[in-house]
């Protein structure tokens, strides 16, 4: 499935684009395109997660944290509510 958009370009955008194109041999709707599908491809994980870089850098006793996550974080809640309270 494909969808149509419209975009408005200042004139020189559009010589740029244009000259881009023609110099790839292609339209501007087909260099825009090609051009769109390489910026949004996938990130490495480690750049599109800002946790990456901390994993393998954490110590965590439970083994069993996948299954009790909510548990342990509402310990810790708990904990820090009553500290400060």
């Known amino acids: 499935m494909t969808k149509t958009i419209t ?3 200042a004139n020189e ?3 740029k684009l ?3 194109a ?3 041999k292609k339209t501007i709707e087909e260099f825009v395109v090609e051009w769109l599908a390489v910026q949004i491809s ?3 994980l480690s750049e599109s997660d800002p946790i990456m870089p901390l994993v ?4 965590f006793s439970a083994g069993d944290l996948a299954k009790r996550h909510d548990e342990y974080l509402g ?3 708990y904990e820090e509510i009553n500290r400060a309270g």
């Not at 393998?56 to 110590?59: I, N």
């Open 18 to 20: 244009e000259a881009q």
């Open 13 to 15: 955008l559009e010589h």
């Open 22 to 24: 023609m110099h790839q």
């Open 56 to 59: 393998g850098t954490l110590s």
């Open 75 to 77: 310990a810790a809640v």
């Open 42 to 44: 996938p990130l490495p």
């Open 7 to 9: 975009i408005e370009l």
